[in-house]
């Protein structure tokens, strides 16, 4: 999908945007200064993901009844999820890999 001019500036207005949030934040600047304070050099690296759809290609919304009947999802960790998952302290049942 080829994007014009103005909406990649957009993009990188809202980059911006965030950008500055968080660097004028004076919770996050205490809290960063707690951690040196604490004796720990820190750096900090946010991802961030944004969807889009022009708004003339999307679809309209649809309705739909909800179903009554209970169903039932399954899905299988990789192990690469699972290690992702430890790094949060998130704890991984095995069953599940």
Request: glycine share 4%; hydrophobic share 35%.
């Amino acid at each position: 999908m080829e994007l014009d001019e103005k909406f990649k500036r957009l993009i990188k207005e809202l980059g911006n945007a965030i950008n500055d949030s968080l660097s004028e934040s004076d919770k996050v600047s205490d809290v960063m200064a707690r951690i040196r304070a604490a004796g720990y050099d820190l750096f900090l690296v946010l991802e961030v993901t944004i969807g889009f759809n022009k708004a003339s290609e999307a679809e309209p919304p649809r309705r739909t009844r909800a179903s009554r009947r209970k169903e039932t999802q399954h899905f299988r960790l990789t192990s690469q999820d699972a290690e992702f998952l430890r790094g949060l302290r998130i704890s991984v049942d095995e069953e599940l890999r």
